[in-house]
């Protein structure tokens, strides 16, 4: 049967009906931080719909969680919950139920346009991890790095690559940060200097937030690493890649990645993304057993991010990626994550790594597409780029789109400031 809504949404809208993400947001004229879905151009307060007793026959009837401003204890509720809550408010949502449709007074308190609402970072996010999951980027920067023969360390095709990144830094779409400083050694010059980045960059990412909680000293068997994820976000990992060149040996990145790192704020369950998994393609060589799951898979989920500088009137679309670009599935990161005994806990964010494909206008980063400044990038109203001028808004978009039904995950979007003076 075709599920159709009785609000009115435009055919393009990220927020369908298949959709039905969770945030966190406040309305702009006042009020405590609430959980919603997204539907349309509007928001859908949960924590009304749990006030007029929508969730009485669920376990969690005499507890609002969506008075909260994080999703966390929604999620700590475990699959079940979001799933009964998926459902009541498709209910709700839906045509032919009269409940909402007909109720003028409670239509007017839980639908609230999503232009009157701020969103707030939807997860209390403890810890933090990157992964380097897509073959093209670490194909490029190899490359730039090492020359093509060596491109790719030994270990990338046998394990997925990641270090720990900093949960702190992590901001919602929409906050802007200041160039970062740091020691940057320049390629004419015998000593490091301490200088704002000159080389600033964005990385097109996409997250999963873990769901369930496995016990320190017991790993996350890849057969069960769905049961632990709860959805997923689009991420911009901000990099200083001067400062990520001098500093990064032997330990990996620290200061070129902590400064900001952006996510959108609706996150997208994998209820509402199951029409768009696709096979993860083989893999060769064959990972080992704990890395290997029957059907492993991806999601078609296309991926585009624009550009506009302080002076353009428009965003530009700089490069078109898609989510199957990983080489390594959810399952096999968090497999990989686990496997020494390593817990992960609520809220946790596991990060793709730059998703970028096999053509140049698939690149997911200033660094590839514009191979570290020797191809400047051109934009529409004749300014160049090698990398983040002060004033760039990067703006970050993925979308599933399949027989009529779309789910999206609107955008992320952030801006460069000029370097903080330092007192
Ligand atoms: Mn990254």
Redesign the pocket.
């Known amino acids: 049967m075709e599920l159709t809504t009785f609000l009115e949404i435009a055919p393009e809208s990220d927020f369908s009906i298949h959709n039905l993400p969770y945030g966190v947001f406040k309305p702009r004229i006042g009020g405590a931080p609430r959980v919603g879905v997204a539907i349309g151009a509007d928001a859908l307060d949960l924590s009304v719909l749990h006030e007029a007793g929508f969730f009485n026959q669920t376990v969690f009837a005499s507890h609002n969680v969506f008075n909260n401003s994080s999703l966390n204890a929604f999620i700590r509720l475990g699959r079940d919950a979001w799933r009964e809550t998926r459902t009541i408010v498709q209910k709700l949502l839906s045509d032919d139920v009269a409940d909402l449709r007909d109720n003028a007074i409670l239509r007017d308190a839980a639908l609230i346009p999503q232009s009157r609402i701020e969103m707030l970072l939807p997860v209390e996010i403890g810890d933090y991890t990157?992964?380097?999951s897509s073959y093209h980027h670490a194909h490029n920067v190899g490359t730039m790095l090492r020359g093509a023969e060596n491109a790719l360390m030994p270990n990338w095709k046998h394990l997925p690559v990641a270090y720990h990144?900093r949960a702190s830094s992590v901001v919602v779409s929409g906050t802007n940060f200041s160039r970062p400083r740091g020691q940057i050694q320049p390629s004419d010059a015998n000593e490091p200097i301490f200088s704002p980045t000159r080389s600033l960059d964005f990385?097109l990412?996409m997250g999963f937030f873990i769901g369930a909680e496995n016990a320190l000293g017991e790993p996350i068997p890849i057969e069960r690493a769905d049961e632990f994820m709860f959805g997923m976000v689009l991420?911009n990992?901000w990099?200083a890649r001067d400062i990520q060149a001098w500093e990064y040996q032997p330990l990996g990145?620290f200061l070129a990645?902590n400064f900001c790192?952006s996510i959108s704020p609706w996150v997208v369950t994998f209820d509402a993304l199951e029409p768009f998994k696709k096979p993860l393609p083989a893999q060769d060589p064959k990972p080992l057993a704990y890395l290997a799951r029957e059907n492993d898979w991806a999601y078609d989920i296309e991926l585009e991010v624009s550009l506009q500088s302080a002076t353009m009137d428009a965003p530009h679309v700089i490069t078109r990626s898609n989510f199957q670009n990983l080489y390594w599935s959810m399952n096999q990161q968090l497999a990989h994550h686990t496997v020494n005994g390593c817990n992960v806990r609520v809220g946790d964010l596991l990060?793709?790594?730059?998703i970028s494909g096999a053509e140049k206008f698939s690149r997911g980063s200033m660094l590839e597409l514009t191979w570290r400044g020797k191809e400047p990038l051109q934009l529409p109203n004749g300014e160049t780029r090698r990398f983040l001028d002060d004033g760039d808004v990067v703006t970050m978009r993925a979308w599933g789109a399949k027989d009529g039904v779309r789910v999206g995950f609107g955008e992320v979007r952030g801006k460069a400031l000029s370097a903080q003076s330092l007192s």
């Not at 990060?351 to 730059?354: F, L, V, Y």
């Open positions: 990157d992964f380097y990144g990385e990412e991420v990992d990099s990145p990645k790192t990060a793709s790594g730059t």
